[in-house]
């Protein structure tokens, strides 16, 4: 029994080392950067962007592969059941990771117990958007207005709980105003329709809306987050324009599988954050309409968990749902 405790006590002495060895390895081999939408949209764009960093860094190549439908669901569940050794992750959004939950009736992954969020790398605010032919040129306007003409404006977005519809539907209710939410198959058909002025308005992700903005096209009242975008630093937020604590804002960042060796989503956090400092990187993001992001592990958890009880109470209250 000596002999066996001695011995026992030699092996984890030299498996100590050689644990720590295997951590430094990582990666030895290819990773799959899995992203949960169709190639060529933003998040696919971020993902890319980051996996020739991470390429660069750690001299293995950072596969990007495309797993679209269900808002996101498919790719999530394909991770959340893949191996948990830093080999395949997820490129993950707000929806997929606090907004899913309370938005579909079932889903074939728990972001909350599958995964763990590494960072995120980008964020972006909406831009409270209105036809010129509206004659409004301020949020207070805005607001007047709809009081007016209960019921008649509309907002477009990119669907039913996609892009800009959750913000609208926050506004709305903060604002108590009636306004008509019109979803449309994407962010490209609601920008058409407003240009045409079909629509009223639209809560809009700055990246495609720029064009329009800087020729005219639309009217941009005001910004959806806690703080001035960098893109338009002249443009008030919502709050600051008359709708006290409205804040509505869309991220992109990696999760994990949930079992992922805490080393390894050190290591991955540790090269995200470097690449977000990029001062070079930080411009690019600005000015594609994006907001330079990074986070500590817990600071991310905690982001998500907010956004959690955030959308799922707007989800709720606005009768929202997907079968």
């Excluded at 592969?65 to 790719?75: F, H, L, Y």
């Excluded at 005001?222 to 006290?244: C, I, K, N, Q, Y």
């Excluded at 992922?260 to 001062?279: F, S």
Aim: proline content about 8%; cysteine-free; charged content about 15%.
């Amino acid at each position: 029994m000596k002999s066996f405790r001695v011995l026992l006590i030699a092996g984890l002495a030299l498996a100590g080392p050689y644990a720590a060895q295997a951590a430094d390895a990582y990666p030895a081999g290819p990773i799959r950067l899995v992203v949960p939408f169709p190639a060529g949209g933003g998040t696919d764009i971020l993902a890319r962007e980051l996996a020739r960093e991470l390429d660069q860094q750690w001299h293995q190549p950072v596969i990007v592969e495309n797993r679209p439908g269900a808002g996101g669901a498919i790719g999530a569940a394909a991770v959340a059941a893949a191996k948990a050794d830093g080999y395949t992750m997820l490129m993950t959004t707000a929806g997929v990771s606090a907004i899913n939950p309370s938005l579909y009736k079932s889903l074939p992954y728990d972001p909350e117990k599958q995964f763990t969020p590494v960072s995120r790398v980008a964020s972006t605010v909406f831009g409270v958007l209105v036809h010129p032919s509206l004659g409004v040129n301020s949020i207070g306007e805005l607001i007047a207005l709809a009081r007016s003409k209960p019921g008649m404006l509309t907002f477009g977005s990119a669907g039913n709980g996609a892009a800009g519809h959750l913000p609208g539907e926050l506004f709305k209710s903060m604002a108590r105003i009636d306004i008509r939410h019109v979803p449309y198959r994407g962010t490209s058909p609601a920008l058409n329709d407003l240009l045409g002025g079909q629509i009223s308005m639209m809560f809009a992700i700055l990246g495609p809306a720029t064009p329009y903005i800087k020729s005219g096209r639309v009217k941009l009242l005001a910004t959806t987050g806690a703080a001035r975008a960098a893109s338009f630093p002249d443009v008030p937020t919502v709050t600051e324009a008359g709708l006290p604590g409205y804040v509505a804002d869309e991220w992109w960042g990696v999760a994990a599988p949930r079992a992922t060796p805490a080393d390894v989503v050190r290591k991955w956090n540790t090269a995200m954050r470097a690449y977000v400092a990029r001062p070079a990187v930080r411009q690019k993001l600005i000015e594609n309409g994006y907001e330079p992001a990074s986070d500590t592990v817990d600071a991310f958890s905690a982001l998500i968990a907010s956004d959690k009880v955030k959308w799922g109470k707007v989800v709720r209250d606005a009768s929202v749902s997907i079968d």
